[in-house]
Nanobody, 116 residues
Framework: QVQLVESGGGLVQPGGSLRLSCAAS????????MGWYRQAPGKQRELVAR???????NYADSVKGRFTISRDNAKNTALLEMNNLKPDDTAVYYC??????????WGQGTQVTVSS
């Protein structure tokens, strides 16, 4: 059974930094992509960042230059470094993994709140 364990959310002031981590276990398939989506109250879930097995990355325009995603393929873990956080970054962040066959699994979500 696939499990994704997330950590690192919390409360931070505007301009501050947080680091999210996601560790996947129990997968019997090769992981093609890992990343995070986020969902703010009253808004649709949106892609934040993802990283592919070959190292390629995608970022939402709103986080480019502020967030950095990295991945350890051997450990099936991913990290999201979030700098210069803004109140608009406040949301629940969901880690996900996607296999080459298209199967997707989600983490439980972690709250990120940016407020003074």
């Amino acid at each position: 059974q696939v499990q994704l364990v997330e950590s690192g959310g919390g409360l931070v002031q505007p301009g501050g930094s947080l680091r999210l981590s996601c560790a996947a276990s129990g997968s019997s398939f090769a992981i093609y992509a890992m990343g995070w989506y986020r969902q703010a109250p009253g808004k649709q879930r949106e892609l934040v960042a993802r990283i592919f097995s070959g190292g390629g990355t995608n970022y939402a325009d709103s986080v480019k230059g502020r967030f950095t995603i990295s991945r350890d393929n051997a450990k099936n873990t991913a990290l999201l470094e979030m700098n210069n956080l803004k109140p608009d970054d406040t949301a629940v962040y969901y880690c996900y993994i996607r296999g080459y066959g298209g199967n997707i699994h989600w983490g439980q979500g972690t709250q990120v709140t940016v407020s003074s």
